[in-house]
């Protein structure tokens, strides 16, 4: 949502922007006419005080002619008369000359029509006056008539005073409001910036780092997209259309019994995730949530049929045949579909019933929107993460497996592997698989590793007081709990309480934390071996992480995946790429653990390559603390 919301906000500020500089032109544009009008309006009173000064004058110059003083007074009277006749044409009309319009306002066309209807007989009694016919009278009529001409040549000049002044005020009145309006734009448009740069820096926090992206394909991981989800629906409140979010299960294969190699199924994944991310829209967030499961989320859909549009489209893009070289691989894909506020207000909710429409697509459908006939395994899986809160708080129904881990050399047990098991009070006996992911999508993950860690400390503590000695038992920490960062402290705590030597606590970390370009995780598994506990590598190779990565962190011990377990003989791939991992640890000076052996030629295989240890059925199944006890294994004593 708050992608959306940056979206929408770059498209204000673009739009405010705009409005800002539209108005200041235009606000420009009228501060220059309505000045050019003042200047016209000035100039035009300047002209009409000269027409007074000129008629003024003329008055002047004809009594000066009454009384004889001047013989060239009637010459002088000619003349002020006829510069008072192109003064006149002037003022009325104008002069292109000097840029002047003239004055054409219909409240003074009166007083200009009498003033000129004046100065024309003016003008014909100065000439008469010029030429010398009856001096006295002519003298009469044109002292009468300048002294008439004056008179409405400064009502003229009282009238463009008065719309001089009515101008102005307007003028003034206008800058006033329009600066006042373009203050308030400006104001808004700062906030309009700040509240930009604000939603820019979430958006840049809210980016994802290296270890919220799953590396094979480049997706945002499931904890990312989970606090993104929850992101959205807070601001989903709003009302703002729905949030959808589908969770789309992709199978992929080349025939009806033909498997494919881990190799091609990761090849077949990135090209998936590829499709996905071309398909859906830019503002859409895709994720890969599980091994073949992605999810992706859809902000702000005004429609309830958009997602599954948007599943149709997904379908005809990614269940196209893949070409992989010489291989033609078949995807097949089944989509689930949740929306807020409809079916959940929650992140959790949501993408737990978005899964359990993608289950019920699987018996056929193109894709399944939650209905109300899927609520009761919703309420199983919420009932479980009820439940399992209680079991934490309780202890009495969670136990710990412990898997011997076998040196083979000397077939010799050196340490076991803590697996937690719950024996549910109605379900039964649950494996992790069916628990551990639940708590995952919670913070239920921090109390259940918290807890593993404190019975195995507490079991290790028992077993020394009974035997003496111990051998060390690893602990499977999730990426979560790791990533929390105050792991060094829950493992000290435990450490302490139970009053046992650090060196017999393994924590075993996914090589997905290695994948973390920041300095935390090499800070968080520093701080783990200044207590004196070792760490693991656990499914080394599945991580797709450089293997230059691995001299940069404090780790003690590698553990081979299984997947290249399964099919190991001697000379095939897998015997090649284990052959190459256990010569790089050794080369490090780590501790090489294979996982998943279950045959005698696996391990004849194992042996032959020099690895250090291992574990699987072969061997022995996970068992209970007091059937390891029971079954006394060779213990090492702890110096």
Known sequence: ????????????????????????????????????????????????????????????????????????????????????????????????????????????????????????????????????????????????????????????????????????????????????????????????????????????????????????????????????????????????????????????????????????????????????????????????????????MMEATPRVDDAARVAIKLRTAVEAPIQLGSLLVQVDLTVGIALAPVDAESADELLMKATLAQRAAIEGDDYRYYSADLRPETGSRLQIVSHLREAIDTGDQLWLAYQPKVRLDDSSVVGYEALVRWDHPTLGALGPAQFVPIAEESDLILDLGSWVIDEVCRQQAEWLDVHGATVPVSINVSARQFRQGDLDDVVGVSLDKHGIPAEIIEIELTEGVLLDDTRAPIDNMERLRDLGVRIAVDDFGTGYSSLSYLKRFPIDILKIDRSFIRELSAGNQDAAISTAIIALAHSLQLEVVAEGVETGEQYGVLQALGCDTAQGYFFARPMAADVVEHGRPRLVAVH
């Not at 009282?158 to 734009?185: E, H």
Request: charged fraction near 25%; hydrophobic fraction near 45%.
């Open 1 to 296: 949502m708050r992608r959306a919301k940056l979206v929408s906000t770059e498209r204000i500020f673009i739009v405010g922007i705009a409005a800002v500089v539209a108005f200041a032109s235009l606000f420009a544009v009228f501060m220059l006419r309505t000045r050019a009008e003042q200047g016209s309006i000035d100039r035009a009173i300047a002209a009409a005080r000269t027409q007074v000064e000129l008629s003024h004058d003329l008055t002047q110059a004809a009594f000066l002619l009454t009384d004889g003083v001047s013989a060239t007074a009637g010459t002088d009277v000619d003349d002020l008369a006829r510069e008072l006749e192109r003064g006149h044409l002037t003022l009325r009309y104008g002069d292109s000359v000097i840029g002047f319009d003239g004055v054409d306002d219909p409240s003074i066309s009166m007083a200009f029509d009498r003033a000129g209807d004046v100065l024309s007989e003016l003008a014909l009694d100065a000439h008469l006056l010029q030429q010398g016919a009856q001096p006295t009278a002519t003298v009469t009529t044109v002292v009468a008539g300048a002294e008439t001409y004056q008179a409405e040549i400064s009502r003229v000049v009282d009238r463009l005073s008065q719309i001089s002044s009515q101008s102005a005020v307007r003028s003034q009145q206008f800058q006033l409001a329009a600066t006042a309006l373009l203050f308030v734009l400006v104001i808004g448009l700062l906030a309009l910036m700040a509240h930009r740069q604000e939603l820019s820096l979430l958006a840049v926090k809210r980016a994802p780092d290296q270890r919220d992206i799953d590396q094979l394909t480049g997706l945002v991981r499931r904890a990312y997209f989970r606090e993104q989800l929850t992101a959205a629906l807070d601001a989903t409140a709003d009302g703002a259309g729905y949030t959808a979010v589908l969770v789309i299960g992709a199978s992929v294969r080349l025939g009806v019994q033909r498997e494919l190699s881990p190799r091609t199924r990761d090849r077949a994944t990135q090209e998936i995730a590829r499709r996905l991310r071309a398909t859906v829209r830019s503002t859409d967030l895709v994720a890969k949530v599980e091994r073949n499961v992605f999810a992706v």
